[in-house]
Structures are given as structure tokens and as C-alpha cells.
């Protein structure tokens, strides 16, 4: 045909061979290896177990691996969700008019292009008894509040939180400013001609059209959140006990004892939560789209 | 009018004070840097009592600063190289596709955008192919995981280059490989830009890949490279902020060149494709 003269299927193949091989094999092995007893001690064998990783992790009494389900889910919806509302508030103030707005912009960007494991160890400092953190409150006349944040039961999941949220905000608001500043001048000149409130504009012109930015922000967040691993690696490393433990740090820990077909079994588990919500998302929230837009 | 004006320097100072979120542990990282360990651990905003210039001459000499350098260097830019040239090609074809193939593989490749790597089994496919704790096995992973992006971004620039440019190039005798390596290829050149830089970036800032796969503390990257020292170094603040310092420079002053090319791939999802 004169179609694969011009287009040479040969063309596709290093791609295809590099990101079969090394991307989806590893997908498609996993669960297969999710299903057997491989380990450190043998590694080009291993037998089939049947569902034996499942159930030591969902059949657990210590919850040694439940927990760590939970918090993932915890952590990618919390931080999913105040990255989208910080994510607008600033863009809203950051799309005007002003000298300065651009070198604003550039400075909440920053923390997007910098390494998670760097942020890290930035907030190791910060939440340090003598970090910043517990400086500023007690300047505040706060000292009651400050406290060892990352060995604190209940504050070590919320400081992890807020690491990722500070590093992921100037992500959102750049597409949040993408899109408001697609949204027509007219539907606001008309609008305040109409008598509307700033409230109401806000509610009926700005938020109905921002939503496919509001789309793709959440999806890439809650991505982002369940496949979480070297903010909380660096900053709490799971702890204290098993507090801030999620998915890939397990993942990590049962792969360093050698436990491969168990760290396989946990990493499907990511990989199938990672699709499904994702997806579902996607399908839900384009539902809300408005067309033409 | 005037309420107006007022609005925006409120606006303004609102987004001054809120920066300061951002700056403020920045500052105490870089002034952390030119102080002694005891001044350190204050986590404070004061300069130093005297400034230790020698912090930078100590970190750059234990923690094999520049070899890390170098070795980051190589395990970006060939994966970008790799991933940016396998990835433009085969979305071309792709691309001019319109049957079930091409649109089977249209998903294939898209579904890598938000499907996590399963990166255990790896271990068992590089130990196959003899390539465990080399560069070589380190640079074909991390290139196979930037395929989806690349993918995406250049998927979506095709729709704008007219097949009409195809069949004139065919018509005047020019083969399927001409056709894409001497006229397509040069067209692309914004996309590719962007691209590259994106995948260079990522593939800096990864750690989790070297950590699974690349033992060797002589091939280890920037990332990686403070992670150790950190391990060695944790409760000398001075020293840890230093390199700190130090391994986000490479980056930042990427991102001072290329701003608008980083900012517009990074956002590029905001445009529904």
C-alpha cells in the first residue's frame, strides 16, 4: 500500500521496543509476580503461591499493610483537593495587571521543577524543634504549639501533607492562569453590568469555565499523591511507627528485605488504585465540562 | 477608580507576604550555608557571625561533588536524547494512522501518561540483559518512563503539520525516512525543545530509579549523591544546607534560562489533547 511507503512502520519500533520492554513488562510481570513466592534468595526462580501476598497484606491483624492503604488514600485526596483551592486563590490574585506579577509567578513555580527528595530535606529543617516553623510560632506568641513535628503522632501526616501541597501549588496555579485567562472579558463586562457581585461571578462565569483546568489539576494531583514516595522517604521515612507509612514506602522496604514478589503484590495494588481513580476522574469530571470551551 | 488602585496593592502585598512561604526557607537554607554547625541548628534569619566560606570547599570535597555532576549529567541527557528521537518518529507514524492499529496504539502509549512503573520486576528484566548497576540499564529505564510525556506532546503537535507536506515530499522522490528525518524532524523543533527539557528535568530530579537500580557510589547522580551525604552529615545543618545549595543549582539555573519553555511543557496538559 502506498500509505506504508510513506510511513514507515520501522519508525515505531525503538519507541515501542524501549517502552514495552522496560515500562509495560515490568506492569505485566509484576502482577504475575504478585502471585508467587520470589525473593532475594532466589532471584531467577519463583513459584506460584496463589493469593498469598493478599492475604498477608489484607488479612493482617497488625495492619501492617492496610494502614499504609488508607494513608495513601488519605494523603492524595487531602492534598489533591487543597492544591486545587490554593491553586486558584493564587492564580485569581496572580491574573492581573501588575509590575511584579511575573516575578511572583516564577517564585511559587519554583518548587515544581525542584527534586521531591531536595524539598525533602528543606522541610527536614523546617520542621526541626528549632526549625523555622516552631520559630515563627513561638514569635507568635504561640510556644504552646510548637512541637517535634515529625515524630509527632498525630502532626506527621499533616506536616508531610503540607510539604507536598507547598511544593505542588505553583504547578496548579499555572494552569489555573492558562485557563482563566481563556474565559471571554465580555462574560465579566456583562455580568457587571447586570449588578453581579464579585461572589457571584466567581460562582457563575469563573468556576463553570475553569473546570477542565480543574480536571486535569485534580487528576495530576491525585496521581502525584498515590504514587508518593521521596518527600515522605526523606522527611519521615513512614514513621513514627507506621503513621505516615504509604504504598511505595512499603514497596521500598519489603523490596530491601528481599521480599520481591511481596513488594510486587503491594506494587499492583498502586498501580490498580493509581488507574481506576484516575480514570473514573477523568470520565466523572469531563462529564462537567462545558461544551465549547 | 481609586477603590480599584487600592484593590491592587492590597493584591500586591497579599502575594509579597504569601512568597514569603516560599523565601523565607530558601534564606535560611542559603544563609545556613555560610555558618558554623552550632549557628546552624538555630534554623535562623540572622547572617552568620563570620561567613564560612569554607563550607562550600569542604562539601564540594567530601561528597564528590562533581563527579555526582557529571554522572547526572549523563544519566539526563542520554535518556533524553534516546526518548525524545524513539518517541517523535514513532508519534508521526502513529499519528497519519487512522486505522484500529493506530489507535491501539495511540492508548498503548497514553496509558504510561498515568499509569504508575512497577519497578521491582525491573530488577529481574536488567539482571537478563547483564545490565544491573550500569549506566547503560540506568539511562534505557529512565528513558522508557519518559516515552509517555514525550509521547503525548508530540502526538498532539502532528495535528498541526498538514500531511499535505508528506505527499508533496513524496511525490518529489524523497523516501519514508527522508521524509521524516530531514523535513518533519526540523518542523518539530518547538516541541522538541520543551520536550527534551522536561525529560532532562525529570530524569535529573529522580531518585527513585537510581535508588532501586544503581548501587555503585561511583556512578551515583546529583539526587542520589545528597542522599548519601545526608546520611553521613545529618545533624551538621551547615553542611547539609550547603549541599543542598549546591545540587539545586544546576536546576535552578536551567530554570532561569528556560523558563517559558519549562513553564508552558509542564502546563501543557491544561490544553485538553
Not at chain 1, 501541597?165 to 465580555?186: C, D, E, S, T
Not at chain 2, 534554623?43 to 563527579?67: A, K
Not at chain 2, 536524547?81 to 486505522?99: E, G, H, K, P, Y
Not at chain 2, 534560562?257 to 513553564?263: G, L, N, S, T, W
Request: proline share 4%.
Amino acid at each position: 500500500m502506498y500509505y506504508n511507503k510513506i510511513y514507515k512502520k520501522s519508525l515505531i519500533m525503538p519507541a515501542f521496543l524501549l517502552y514495552s520492554i522496560l515500562f509495560v513488562l515490568p506492569c505485566v510481570m509484576g502482577i504475575w509476580f504478585s502471585f508467587t513466592n520470589w525473593n532475594m534468595m532466589n532471584m531467577f526462580h519463583a513459584d506460584f503461591i496463589g493469593l498469598a501476598n493478599f492475604k498477608t497484606i489484607f488479612i493482617d491483624e497488625k495492619q501492617t499493610y492496610i494502614s499504609p492503604i488508607f494513608t495513601t488514600l488519605i494523603f492524595a485526596g487531602v492534598t489533591s483537593i487543597l492544591e486545587v483551592v490554593f491553586g486558584i486563590s493564587l492564580a485569581m490574585l496572580l491574573n492581573n495587571e501588575f509590575r511584579s506579577k511575573s516575578l511572583l509567578r516564577s517564585i511559587f513555580f519554583l518548587p515544581s521543577i525542584m527534586a521531591p527528595l531536595i524539598i525533602g530535606y528543606i522541610f527536614t529543617s523546617v520542621y526541626q524543634p528549632s526549625g523555622v516553623l516552631n520559630n515563627f510560632l513561638n514569635l507568635l506568641g504561640l510556644d504552646a504549639l510548637s512541637r517535634a513535628w515529625l515524630i509527632d503522632n498525630t502532626f506527621a501526616l499533616p506536616a508531610v501533607m503540607a510539604t507536598e501541597v507547598w511544593r505542588y501549588i505553583g504547578m496548579n496555579m499555572v494552569i489555573f492562569i492558562a485557563g482563566l485567562q481563556m474565559i471571554p472579558k465580555a462574560y465579566y463586562e456583562s455580568a457587571s453590568i447586570d449588578g453581579a457581585s464579585k461572589w457571584k461571578e466567581f460562582l457563575h462565569i469563573t468556576l463553570p469555565c475553569i473546570i477542565p483546568s480543574i480536571t486535569i489539576n485534580a487528576v495530576l494531583n491525585v496521581i502525584h499523591g498515590l504514587n508518593v514516595f521521596d518527600i515522605i522517604f526523606s522527611l519521615t521515612n513512614g514513621g513514627p511507627g507506621n503513621k505516615t507509612e504509604v504504598l511505595n514506602t512499603v514497596v521500598y522496604r519489603e523490596f530491601s528485605s528481599g521480599r520481591y514478589g511481596l513488594a510486587s503484590a503491594v506494587g499492583v495494588i498502586v498501580f490498580v488504585i493509581t488507574l481506576l481513580i484516575a480514570f473514573t476522574m477523568q470520565v466523572q469530571l469531563s462529564k462537567r465540562e462545558i461544551e465549547g470551551l | 477608580m481609586k477603590k480599584e488602585k487600592l484593590y491592587l496593592y492590597l493584591r500586591v502585598t497579599i502575594g509579597w507576604l504569601l512568597s514569603l512561604i516560599i523565601l523565607i526557607p530558601f534564606s535560611i537554607i542559603l544563609l545556613n550555608t555560610l555558618k558554623t554547625s552550632q549557628e546552624a541548628a538555630k534554623f535562623d534569619l540572622v547572617l552568620p557571625s563570620i561567613f564560612h566560606w569554607g563550607n562550600y570547599v569542604t562539601v564540594f570535597n567530601e561528597s564528590h561533588l562533581g563527579r555526582a555532576f557529571f554522572n547526572s549529567i549523563i544519566l539526563s541527557t542520554f535518556p533524553t536524547i534516546l526518548s525524545i528521537m524513539f518517541t517523535a518518529s514513532a508519534a508521526f507514524v502513529i499519528s497519519r494512522n487512522r486505522s484500529k492499529f493506530g489507535v491501539f496504539l495511540h492508548r498503548y502509549f497514553f496509558v504510561g501518561l498515568m499509569a504508575p512503573l512497577n519497578i521491582v520486576p525491573i530488577i529481574l528484566i536488567l539482571k537478563y540483559l547483564n545490565l544491573t548497576n550500569t549506566f547503560v540499564g540506568t539511562v534505557l529505564v529512565t528513558a522508557a518512563l519518559g516515552i509517555p510525556f514525550a509521547f503525548f506532546l508530540f502526538y498532539g503537535f502532528f495535528g498541526t503539520i498538514s500531511r499535505e507536506i508528506d505527499e508533496a515530499a513524496i511525490i518529489d522522490g524523497c523516501g519514508g525516512y527522508r521524509l521524516f528525518y530531514s523535513i518533519i524532524f526540523p518542523l518539530l523543533k518547538p516541541v522538541t525543545v520543551t520536550g527534551a527539557l522536561l525529560n532532562f528535568l525529570g530524569a535529573w530530579n529522580d531518585f527513585k530509579i537510581p535508588l532501586y537500580i544503581l548501587n555503585s557510589s561511583k556512578k551515583m547522580g546529583m539526587i542520589i549523591n545528597m542522599y548519601s551525604y545526608f546520611g553521613q552529615k545529618q545533624s551538621d545543618w551547615n553542611l547539609v544546607c550547603t549541599v543542598i545549595i549546591l545540587t539545586l543549582l544546576p536546576v535552578v539555573a536551567l530554570y532561569l534560562v528556560a523558563q517559558k519553555q519549562i513553564v508552558s511543557g509542564m502546563t501543557s496538559g491544561a490544553v485538553k489533547g
